[in-house]
Each structure stands twice: as C-alpha cells, then as structure tokens.
C-alpha cells in the first residue's frame, strides 16, 4: 500500500508522535490527512492538506461526528493516549479506568466508528500505536501498561476481524520515545520521527508489526524465557536510568 494519493486520519495530532505522523503522511503524498485532537484549535500546521478535526477518545459522540465528516479516510493512525503514573495496587481507580478508556475503550470505539469507512475504499490500513509496557510492567506504569497490554491484544483480534475487509492492521512497539509523554524519563528516548518513519514503511511493505527499538526488540526476545530473569534485568537496567 502506496502513501500518495492516501487520505489519512491521525489521533493525538498536536504534538509528538502524532505530529510527525502528520508530517510523514505530507512528505510521502497523501492527499488529505485529518489531524485530530480534543482541541483542534492547538494544531498548527501550514499545509492546505491538513484539516483539523475534534476527536475525544473519552467522547463517542466525538468519534462518531469524525468518522461522519472524514467518510473518505483509507488510513487510521490510532496514537493519542495519555499516561497518569497510576499504580494498580494504591492509585486512584478512577485514573486506571481512564487510562483503560483511553488506551482500549477510545481507541477501539474509533476503529468501530472507521472500520466501514475503510472497507468502503477497499480496506486501507489502520495503524495502532502501542508500547513496550504491552508486554511488561515497570514502577509507577502498572495502569499504563495493563491498558497497552489490552490495547495491543485487541489490535490481535481486530486484525483476525477486519482481515475479509482487506484492512491490514499494524502495531507499532516502541520504549521511550522523545515527547511531552515521557519528558521526565532520564533515559535514551527515540526520535518521534523515527517512530512514523518505520511504521509507514511498513505499512508500504504490508507488515502488521512493527519494533522500533532495541529495548522492544529485547522485551519481546524475552517473553519465552523466565520471567524472574527478566525482572531482575529490567530492574537493573531501569536503576541505572
């Protein structure tokens, strides 16, 4: 699946990931990429491309009202997200649910609402951006990581579920990457850039996963082995950080 000519639609568009999403979708040819966020008047971008668009993960009515207007969309970006520090055992259960109704419910309800929007263009792509906390756990991201561990398992299932439509349907895995989202973490981080970079390639050459770091690519080698040594290694390897 070829870029140019695509018309896009990306969540979580005003900054980070999202953003160079956006500007990766301009530089490879889409004819009109949806840039949406809870406040479109925060998105700036100077390309007559670019139509800006209310989307709420946490407001269906929202969704459904995007997907009404952006009837013409071939490429889903599901990207926004948020991460509150709650931790599963004392935090706040109101903060857990919401990083659940963001992470699976929102995103989720936006794949329902966009699912016969693509198969009506003959099946498109839909992009999920995920993390490497779906298959680990760390301090203080116990409901981050339950959410993205839910999150990555319905793209699973969704893509079992759209496959007749001819929707291919990605996950992108990454660890930190450099945005607002992880501006406290005092380890290496990968360029926003790179992220839409190599999920957009491989969305040309058809690939429904996509690692985009080391630390993913080990985190995964590492979910056949025992758990215990994994721990002890995360744990080390985050002390040092």
């Known amino acids: 699946m070829k870029i140019t000519d695509q018309v896009a639609l990306v969540t979580g568009a005003n900054r980070g990931i999202g953003r160079q999403f956006v500007l990766e979708l301009l530089e490879r040819g889409a004819s ?4 949406t966020a809870r406040r479109p008047e925060t998105l700036e ?6 139509v800006p668009l209310r989307l709420d993960l946490l407001d269906h009515e929202s969704v459904a009202a995007a997907a009404a207007v952006a009837n013409d969309v071939t490429v889903l970006v599901n990207n926004a997200g948020i991460s509150t520090g709650a931790r599963l055992v004392t935090g706040e259960l109101s903060e857990i649910r919401r990083e659940l109704d963001t992470h699976f419910w929102g995103t989720l309800d936006v794949i329902r609402e966009f699912a016969p929007v693509l198969a009506a263009h003959g099946g498109g792509a839909i992009v999920n951006v995920l993390s490497a906390l779906s298959w680990f756990s760390g301090p203080g991201a116990g409901g981050y990581a339950a959410a ?14 759209l496959a007749a439509q001819g929707t291919l349907v990605q996950g992108v895995l990454l660890g930190a990457a450099d945005t607002d989202l992880m501006a406290s973490y005092d380890g290496p981080k990968t360029d926003p850039r790179d992220v839409a970079r190599l999920s957009l390639d491989g969305v040309t050459a058809g690939k429904i996963e996509v690692i985009v770091d080391d630390w993913t690519q080990m985190v995964k080698a590492s979910l056949a082995g025992d758990p215990a040594e994994f721990y002890e290694k995360v744990t080390r390897l985050l002390g040092a950080n």
């Open 32 to 35: 009109k990429v949806y840039a």
């Open 148 to 161: 993205k561990a839910a999150e990555w398992n319905m793209t699973n299932g969704v893509r079992l579920e």
């Open 45 to 50: 971008f100077d390309d007559a491309r670019v």
